[in-house]
């Protein structure tokens, strides 16, 4: 889990935004389809304005907290026993999507960070405030809507737990997450060339 030396830029499949349950949870479902992923913490508030925050532990009911900890207990250890790429001291500071020298090639994420710049394929955005989303989606050309999933699947930006006006439940993000997980790897190919391995193996 350590980090790239300062001001260089790398690239990667995916960016997970943000190191909570959520983060850690389709990072999880990430590595298990193949999905070269990096996650970092979240966006600071700011430029864009969206900003990653905590599931509040105070915000739950009692039986919901113990739920939310023995998750992220299991969440954490998953990722340190298969080698995540978790860099929890690391923030994401700017958001864009940029395009190739290559102008035939598809537009691709540029997340910023201290440290300098990862490219990827698709960024996953886990826990934004509503506001902050609505104005960060509203600079992208999107609104809120039924076909708001959809439309940002296809720039390749995924959101888990933002997008409802009330928190979901630990459970309900566990399915986002590898709901989210699934999308990535088919829209990156990761999901097709995992099978035609599998099936590689048992000629």
Not at 139 to 144: E, I, K, V
Request: glycine share 8%; with cysteine.
């Amino acid at each position: 889990m350590s980090t790239p030396p300062s001001n260089t830029s790398e690239s990667t499949t995916a960016v997970v935004i943000g190191t909570g349950l959520s983060g850690l949870a389709v990072a999880g479902e990430l590595c298990r389809h193949g999905v070269a992923t990096v996650t970092v913490d979240g966006l600071e508030s700011g430029a864009p304005s969206t900003a990653t925050t905590a599931l509040r532990i105070t915000d739950l009911a009692s039986a919901e907290s113990a739920e939310y900890l023995q998750v992220m207990r299991h969440l954490r250890t998953h990722a340190a026993s298969h080698g995540l790429d978790v860099r929890s001291s690391l923030r994401a500071q700017h958001l864009a999507l940029v395009e190739s020298a290559d102008r035939s090639s598809p537009l691709r994420w540029a997340v910023r960070t201290e440290d300098g710049v990862i490219f990827a394929d698709a960024v996953v955005l886990t826990r934004c405030a509503h506001n902050q989303l609505r104005r960060f989606l509203a600079d992208l050309g999107f609104s809120l809507g039924e076909r708001l999933m959809e439309e940002l699947a296809g720039i390749g930006l995924y959101l888990i737990g933002v997008a409802e006006l009330s928190s979901p439940s630990t459970r309900e993000l566990l399915w986002q997450a590898k709901s989210v997980g699934k999308a990535v790897a088919e829209a990156t190919g990761a999901e097709r060339a995992d099978y035609l391995r599998s099936q590689y193996q048992h000629a």
